[in-house]
């Protein structure tokens, strides 16, 4: 996510241009359609209730997106978190 608390799709895909151009420029340059298709998952997995919605890390507002990293949910610790996902088995 951006270093600034609100941004806006245009800033969101500058910044993953940014980060994944480096790997590939055909591939993930300024004129890339994939970036656009991986913008769209991300926001989509940030706001959908059955992604990461339901956490309230990335809210809409009339400016832009307004991503809250105070949020990190029920849990107090990365590992709590670990453990909360981690398999029975150890996985």
Known sequence: MPKHKIFSNA???SGLTDKLRAHNEKHFGPSSML???IL???LECYLAEEALG???LLTE???GYIFNDTNKGPWQSTSDLISAYRH????
Do not use: H, T, W
């Not at 029975?88 to 996985?91: E, R, S, V």
């Open 11 to 13: 800033d969101l895909l």
């Open 35 to 37: 970036n656009k298709v």
């Open 40 to 42: 769209r998952k991300l």
């Open 54 to 56: 339901g956490l309230k």
């Open 61 to 63: 507002s009339k400016s």
């Open 88 to 91: 029975k088995d150890g996985c």
